[in-house]
């Protein structure tokens, strides 16, 4: 049987991310409450310093970024040139395909105006860091509101990369800071066509797929089809940003030789409610390897006390007896927390 590449998934998909404008950015935060679904914001953030100096070229955001960069030490990465940006696993998956190394985010950008000169087309990249922590002056100067929710505002410096498709367990805001960016993305419901990988050894800590975008293998992937049929694409330019819901998977290319983007995360949740991802696990562990009968009956259970969002579950009981089954606030967060704990070193 013949090798079924194809051409890439970009070149592949014809549906678009909806696009939009908000006149008036204190509109935001509204906004994005209402979104379901990916949606890019144009010129969001052309008021930025930052996006003013990158449409002034390389050399001129290299220099600004420079300017605010902090020399608290940074994790960075590097891919050789063979890799062609792709930050992955290696051919066996018995390792990753990059380099971790110290560095500064002052260093990373020396590396990368140095690789502006030469011929080095090796990537290197700084991944999702907190923007007060490696430039602490970059959200005062180049502001934004975009939730109420408590939100965390994270800063990605690099050349020409490309990130596996992953998901992540916060809604967020992507904005780009200099150079342009391809987003793919797919609905939560894809995961089983999207081939996800180990979810414990991972490149980056979340699980991502397996597929390579730039020539889709359909011998070994054949359901990535299905995925590619419902996916959506978005091509960012500076200033421009792309709402991203949790759970949404997406693809991520950086295709100039100096990029930022900054994401702001937040869970539209309180912060003392447990992560998803966490029960999940535990699901696995009790649940996975149970007889199928005993796995319905499991499901029919979590339908009924987690997924069905009926309010009425409990009422048979009297208020002052219902414990976790009734409203969960910070205190019975603690409550369950605890008896977690407790069965769990048994």
């Known amino acids: 049987m013949g090798c079924a590449v194809m051409q890439s998934a970009a070149q592949q998909i014809k549906q678009q991310v909806k696009q939009c404008h908000i006149n008036d950015i204190n509109d935001l935060p509204a906004f994005l409450a209402e979104q379901t679904a990916p949606i890019v914001i144009k010129g969001i953030c052309a008021h930025w310093p930052m996006v003013q100096n990158a449409q002034l070229g390389d050399t001129h955001a290299l220099k600004y970024l420079k300017s605010i960069a902090s020399n608290s030490p940074v994790r960075a990465f590097t891919a050789k040139e063979k890799e062609q940006g792709r930050y992955f ?31 080095n087309s090796d990537s290197y990249y700084m991944g999702s860091t907190a923007c007060d922590y490696c430039a602490p002056e970059f959200t005062i100067k ?57 979810l414990e050894f991972t490149p980056a800590g ?13 011998n070994r992937f054949p359901r990535f089809q299905n995925a590619l049929n419902s996916a959506q694409i978005a091509k960012l330019e500076p200033g421009d940003g792309i709402f991203i ?30 992560n998803p991802f966490d029960a999940m696990l535990h699901s696995m562990l009790a649940i996975k390897d149970l007889p199928q009968s005993q796995q319905t009956h499991w499901q029919q259970f979590f339908d009924h006390y987690v997924f069905s969002n009926n309010k009425d579950i409990g009422d ?16 019975t967060a603690r409550r369950i927390r605890q008896l977690l704990l407790q069965k769990l070193n048994r």
């Not at 979340?206 to 359909?218: G, H, N, R, Y």
């Not at 998977?249 to 949740?269: C, E, I, M, P, T």
């Not at 048979?316 to 205190?331: R, T």
Request: net charge negative; with cysteine.
């Open 89 to 119: 696993y290696n051919a066996d998956m018995t390792d990753l395909n990059f380099t971790q190394y110290a560095s500064t985010l002052v260093e990373l950008i020396t590396t990368l105006e140095q690789s502006l000169t030469t011929d």
């Open 316 to 331: 048979q009981i009297a208020p002052h007896a219902k414990g976790i089954l009734g409203d969960i606030d910070e205190q």
């Open 206 to 218: 979340q699980a991502v797929s397996l597929v390579d975008f730039t020539a889709p293998d359909l």
């Open 245 to 274: 819901p949790a759970l949404w998977w997406h693809h991520v290319s950086a295709h100039s030789q100096f990029n930022v983007l900054v994401n702001y995360w937040w869970r539209q949740a309180p912060d003392y409610l447990a």
């Open 142 to 198: 180049n502001p934004l509101e975009v939730t109420t929710h408590s939100c965390l505002k994270s800063l990605w410096v690099g050349n020409h990369s490309r990130i596996a498709a992953h998901y992540d367990n916060a809604d967020n805001l992507a904005c780009v800071g200099a150079g342009s960016r391809e987003f793919i993305l797919f609905s939560p419901e894809q995961v089983n066509n999207l081939y996800i990988g180990p």
